[in-house]
Nanobody, 117 residues
Framework: VQLVESGGGLVQPGGSLRLSCAASGFTFRLYDMSWYRQAPGKERELVAGVTSAGISTDYSTSVKGRFTLSRDNGKKTVYLQMNDLKPEDTAVYYC???????????WGQGTQVTVSS
């Protein structure tokens, strides 16, 4: 099982980044997918999630209206489009796969996002 994140980097406040998470080794279409983030000295927090069929998405209050989560089951990839980035968005962003009603839960290695002028 692998979840490989990419797309992180350094961006100025107000800028945009698009994170990708490529999945392999499991039946991607059966899994709810989420992005979490962890800032230095803080607990990991849920940023956004999408159901297995892509019908329903949910966002944390802090990113709603700025971030958009999408998935492509054909490409086994989930994306996080991040616009109007703020310094408080600085964190390591992690991709997560969870199959409902099961113990199957997978994490990527994380990608660093730094928002600074």
């Amino acid at each position: 099982v692998q979840l490989v994140e990419s797309g992180g980097g350094l961006v100025q406040p107000g800028g945009s980044l698009r994170l990708s998470c490529a999945a392999s080794g499991f039946t991607f279409r059966l899994y709810d997918m989420s992005w979490y983030r962890q800032a230095p000295g803080k607990e990991r927090e849920l940023v956004a999630g999408v159901t297995s069929a892509g019908i329903s998405t949910d966002y944390s209050t802090s990113v709603k209206g700025r971030f958009t989560l999408s998935r492509d089951n054909g490409k086994k990839t989930v994306y996080l489009q991040m616009n109007d980035l703020k310094p408080e968005d600085t964190a390591v962003y992690y991709c997560n796969a969870q199959r409902r009603a099961s113990a199957n839960n997978y994490w990527g290695q994380g990608t660093q996002v730094t928002v600074s002028s």
